[in-house]
């Protein structure tokens, strides 16, 4: 296992998580990261992308201003803080490192992939 996604749980509707993806056997600090995640019966989708230094975010526009992915090189670590959590957001939520230095949207663009963690936001 490379990339390794924590931090999932049962939430009420306004709560928040701090998902973490840990990184063994090889270190992703040159690589774009991303989060996607993935609802029952939906295609996997986009969620936050973030460049290999962290100076450069993106985020889907159901997510903007409440979720905040970062990251830290040094402990070869990615999280996504989410806060004001929906019934929406509901979800198998997955890391992702990209073939390049910036995370994009598409999940063409990234080749590992971690084993995804439930998010469940009860209204």
């Known amino acids: 296992v490379q990339l390794q996604a924590s931090g999932g749980g049962l939430v009420q509707a306004g709560g928040s998580l701090r998902l973490s993806c840990a990184a063994s056997?090889?270190?992703?600090?040159?690589?774009?990261m991303g989060w996607f995640r993935q609802a029952p019966g939906k295609e996997r989708e986009f969620v936050a992308a973030?460049?290999?230094?962290?100076?450069?975010?993106s985020y889907a526009d159901s997510v903007k201003g409440r979720f905040t992915i970062s990251r830290d090189n040094a402990k070869n670590a990615l999280y996504l803080e989410m806060n004001n959590l929906e019934p929406e957001d509901t979800a198998v939520y997955f890391c992702?490192?990209?073939?390049?230095?910036?995370?994009?949207?598409?999940?063409?663009?990234?080749?590992?992939w971690g084993q995804g963690t439930q998010v469940t936001v009860s209204s």
């Open positions: 973030i460049s290999w230094r962290g100076e450069s975010t």
């Open positions: 992702a490192a990209a073939r390049k230095a910036y995370g994009s949207k598409f999940t063409g663009d990234y080749n590992y």
């Open positions: 056997r090889r270190t992703f600090s040159n690589n774009g």
